[in-house]
């Protein structure tokens, strides 16, 4: 096996190890002594921020008695044989998305407060071993709630789908083609913590924009008064001022 997990496979192996700990009611501290690595390297590979490495994967299999990277090869999807991307992905070629490809920084309206705006990163890579596009998550505040999952492209639409698929549970973002400035907007559908613990489905706008050179863009929870905040409402208000999606009864900044 290969040094260094993708993304994808990084980030199932992360949310698994996530669900062990709070399965065992046990602490990040515990589970990195136990494994004998640093809690700075376990927090930088459960939020995203470092793709983990196999010698880390084995130690953390042994602290937990479970095996992980199973777990990564199940949820890392399916795998083509033909050079092409499976048919339910759009049958894609690399060299017809590589323009895809990259790091952006994802905007959305804060869905816990009114008015804020949630900012995180997002990297679409190729998939060479399986033959598709995949996106993962990484600096979000939330970050046990950091999605991964595959890239479709069907030519029948021309939509963008980025689709995570944990169990049959999944979470959509469908964007259209990018604009002259490569930015790409749409909507997130997903589910939120409604009343009590019940979850209820939630939509709302969602723009990738491409990070380019050594631009390193504020991320968190921007609220207003902040230096980037007009900035990033601006690009999400565009969703819906320029109709890249309809809500209905929804207007800009609300």
């Not at 992980?68 to 795998?79: D, S």
């Not at 705006?117 to 970050?143: K, M, P, V």
Request: hydrophobic content about 40%.
């Amino acid at each position: 096996m290969q040094d260094h997990f993708d993304l994808a496979q990084s980030n199932a192996v992360a949310a698994k190890v996530r669900e062990e700990l709070a399965r065992r009611r046990r602490s990040r501290q515990w589970l990195a002594d136990e494994a004998r690595i640093s809690i700075s390297t376990l927090e930088k590979a459960l939020s995203g921020r470092r793709p983990l490495t196999l010698g880390t994967v084995v130690r953390l299999e042994e602290a937990l008695a479970v095996r992980l990277r199973e777990e990564a090869a199940t949820k890392a999807g399916p795998v083509a044989e033909s050079g092409l991307a499976p048919e339910e992905l759009g049958a894609y070629a690399r060299q017809g998305v590589r323009w895809l490809e990259g790091h952006y920084l994802t905007l959305r309206p804060s869905l816990d407060e009114p008015g804020a705006i949630y900012a995180y990163r997002t990297l679409i890579s190729w998939d060479a071993e399986r033959n598709l596009l995949q996106f993962a998550e990484a600096a979000r505040l939330d970050a046990d709630f950091t999605q991964h999952g595959l890239v479709s492209f069907p030519h029948l639409s021309g939509h963008i789908y980025l689709v995570t698929n944990t169990e049959g549970q999944y979470r959509l973002i469908l964007l259209g083609r990018p604009t002259i400035h490569g930015e790409m907007n749409g909507v997130l559908t997903t589910l939120v913590v409604g009343s009590g613990s019940q979850l209820i489905p939630a939509a709302t706008p969602i723009t990738l924009v491409p990070i380019r050179g050594d631009y390193e863009p504020e991320l968190g929870l921007v609220r207003p008064g902040m230096e980037c905040f007009e900035q990033y409402r601006h690009r999400v208000d565009c969703v819906i001022e320029k109709r890249f999606a309809v809500f209905p009864g929804m207007s800009a900044g609300h």
